[in-house]
């Protein structure tokens, strides 16, 4: 008997706080997976890795009409919050499931579209997750990943309370097995995972917070992160920042929100391979 070679353990950062929901919620295919969408028609079946709170999820499954979207996660408790959303705007094409990227439980050619988002950063080998995302995907089929680069994050005015909290949570996320820096690292990881050069394109955009109901609500949700969610408690667990190092952070966020210059560009990379 084969002996199946032990699936690489994810830590997800960010954790579920009110905080970090209340950003993924936010998220919607147009503003995070626009990219995409020229892919897709009705009829499709679509497999939404690391689904989140099903946003997204949805509005793909709205996209393929007659088709399915098959949304995972990795424990049956983050599931239920994509569930929850499937449930509240009664769209009855969504199907769930329990599993890693790392080992889906699905057979080979099942998909049409594989779609991630926000995902390859938090695990812990994205080489092996894309070529699982491959496996499960149909010959000429669609693997598409978008993913921040917090060191591309860019804004204004300079406040260094917020560049100390890029480097706290660089640090984080890095002791994690995560990668903060996955925007950037995209294609090379599809090269890796061994989509043919000419079968990967890659490319970027970005949100903007600029308004100043925007900064306000971007601040304070990173505000919130930083001391009120399961981050906070790992910053003073291992021992990267004491509570009165992260209350400083949060204040920083405050202070960038009320100025009226206030600007800041979250930058994605993305790619759409062909399989």
């Avoid at 890659?202 to 900064?215: E, G, H, I, Q």
């Amino acid at each position: 008997m084969t002996t199946r070679p032990e699936t690489p353990q994810n830590t997800y950062t960010h954790g579920h706080h009110e905080s970090v929901l209340r950003s993924h919620r936010w998220r919607t295919a147009e503003n995070s997976a626009g990219y995409l969408l020229p892919h897709l028609s009705a009829g499709q079946s679509i497999l939404d890795v690391g689904c989140g709170p099903g946003t997204i999820t949805v509005d793909l499954a709205e996209r393929v009409a007659g088709g399915t979207v098959t949304a995972v996660e990795i424990t049956a408790d983050a599931l239920a919050l994509a569930q929850d959303e499937a449930a509240r705007r009664g769209t009855p094409n969504v199907r769930f499931a329990v599993a890693d990227v790392h080992a889906l439980d699905f057979p080979d050619d099942s998909f049409d579209v594989v779609h991630a988002h926000q995902v390859l950063q938090h695990v812990a080998d994205p080489v092996l997750a894309l070529k699982e995302m491959r496996r499960v995907c149909k010959p000429g089929g669609v693997i598409a990943a978008r993913d921040g680069d917090y060191g591309g994050f860019r804004w204004f005015p300079e406040v260094p309370a917020l560049d100390e909290w890029l480097r706290l949570y660089q640090a984080l996320a890095t002791s994690n097995s995560g990668h903060p820096d996955a925007g950037r690292r995209l294609r090379s990881w599809a090269l890796e995972a061994g989509f043919p050069e000419e079968s990967v394109t890659a490319s970027a955009s970005s949100w903007v917070f600029a308004d100043p109901a925007d900064r306000q609500w971007w601040a304070e949700l990173w505000a919130d992160r930083t001391t009120k969610s399961s981050t906070a408690s790992q910053y003073v667990e291992k021992g990267f920042a004491a509570l009165e190092d992260l209350d400083a952070v949060a204040a920083g966020w405050r202070a960038w929100a009320a100025r009226n210059d206030g600007w800041f560009n979250v930058v994605h990379g993305e790619i759409i391979c062909v399989a």
